[in-house]
């Protein structure tokens, strides 16, 4: 392939593009910081950054859209993009957070497959459904099932726990045995989560 080719697709990124990867970049940058917290457990500032870096995709989230809508740069791609990264920092991120926090017994493990799942499952419904849910002037008028980001919900409350020092053994809610496996009652939450990213419930989109 020619040298002037091989680079082409960096080189046809549009500016709403490259802060779509912005998200994506805070979303496994949280992934490493819940990876190092569980090597130094007595580090909790990493965890803690990466809460904060989920907060901090969501403003790329939120950002490259409107820079999209002004530049009139939307595209196919760029809705793909999009949905990629909000996989990881939505998704995966939140849920090894939730892990490295201390929900990781064998039913919370299902639980966060389960809602990892769900987002993967919601954020296709919506590529393929984007354009019968759009209006005249080619913009979605509602979500159906609530949008992934709103996992954020569950990543500040996983921040206030490691902030009080909530996490591991001291985990809200304590933990059950349920059939030879562990629960922690705080990973329902993660359930419920996931549960409406696949329900219909149509959610207005601003």
């Known amino acids: 392939?020619?040298?002037?080719?091989?680079?082409?697709?960096?080189?046809?990124?549009?500016?709403?593009?490259?802060?779509?990867?912005?998200?994506?970049?805070?979303?496994?940058?949280?992934?490493?910081?819940?990876?190092?917290?569980l090597q130094a457990p007595t580090e909790r500032w990493h965890l803690l950054l990466a809460c904060g870096l989920i907060a901090l995709a969501l403003v790329f989230d939120v950002l490259d859209g409107k820079v999209a809508r002004w530049r009139h740069d939307s595209s196919p791609f760029g809705r793909e993009l999009d949905s990629l990264s909000d996989v990881i920092s939505f998704g995966v991120a939140p849920a090894a957070i939730a892990f490295?926090?201390?929900?990781?017994?064998?039913?919370?493990?299902?639980?966060?497959?389960?809602?990892?799942?769900?987002?993967?499952?919601?954020?296709?419904?919506?590529?393929?459904?984007?354009?019968?849910?759009?209006?005249?002037?080619?913009?979605?008028?509602?979500?159906?099932?609530?949008?992934?980001?709103?996992?954020?919900?569950l990543v500040i409350l996983l921040a206030v726990a490691a902030w009080n020092g909530r996490i591991g053994e001291e985990l809200w809610g304590g933990a059950a045995m349920l059939a030879g496996g562990l629960l922690h009652p705080l990973a329902l939450l993660f359930a419920v989560s996931?549960?409406?990213?696949?329900?219909?419930?149509?959610?207005?989109?601003?």
């Open 1 to 37: 392939m020619p040298t002037h080719r091989r680079f082409s697709m960096i080189r046809d990124f549009h500016l709403a593009d490259w802060i779509t990867v912005g998200n994506a970049i805070c979303g496994t940058g949280a992934l490493f910081s819940a990876m190092t917290f």
């Open 100 to 153: 490295a926090a201390g929900i990781d017994g064998f039913w919370d493990c299902v639980v966060l497959i389960y809602f990892i799942a769900c987002g993967v499952s919601r954020l296709a419904r919506f590529n393929v459904t984007a354009e019968q849910l759009s209006g005249d002037d080619g913009k979605v008028r509602y979500y159906e099932g609530t949008p992934i980001p709103t996992s954020l919900v």
């Open 194 to 206: 996931g549960s409406l990213m696949i329900s219909t419930l149509r959610i207005p989109k601003p």
